[in-house]
């Protein structure tokens, strides 16, 4: 029953990339504002990267500038993140979400829908 499901997920090398995928089963995804947040173990979830409900605006953490690109596919109801130069620090689970609000939203609580999360290990 879940409406938003992570894929792609892994063990990578440091330097190395993944892309993540999230596929939404909520027929109104084109309306929403969607983000990807990670946790590391005893840290709390962090917003990495937002995008409005049509891709036109897009955020990110000052951590994964330049490194990670965070886009969508309407068509398909799919967002996904590319994470480039990867590092240690990055190794976390990775969590979807989607905003019933169309705009760019970066708290926790101002996302509705979650996945359930995925494991990304960068190794030395």
């Known amino acids: 029953q879940a409406q938003l499901v992570e894929f792609g997920g892994g063990l990578v090398q440091a330097g190395g990339s993944l892309i993540l995928s999230c596929a939404a089963a909520?027929?109104?995804?084109?309306?929403?504002?969607m983000g990807w947040f990670r946790q590391a173990p005893g840290k709390d979830r962090e917003s990495v990267a937002a995008?409005?409900?049509?891709?036109?605006?897009?955020d990110y953490a000052d951590s994964v500038k330049g490194r990670f690109t965070i886009s969508r596919d309407n068509a398909k109801n799919t967002v996904y993140l590319e994470m480039n130069s990867l590092k240690p620090e990055d190794t976390a689970v990775y969590y979807c979400?989607?905003?019933?609000?169309?705009?760019?939203?970066?708290?926790?609580?101002?996302?509705?829908?979650w996945g359930q999360g995925t494991q990304v290990t960068v190794s030395r």
């Open positions: 979400a989607a905003s019933y609000n169309s705009g760019l939203r970066y708290s926790v609580s101002d996302y509705n829908l």
């Open positions: 909520d027929s109104a995804f084109s309306s929403y504002a």
């Open positions: 995008i409005n409900w049509n891709g036109a605006t897009t």
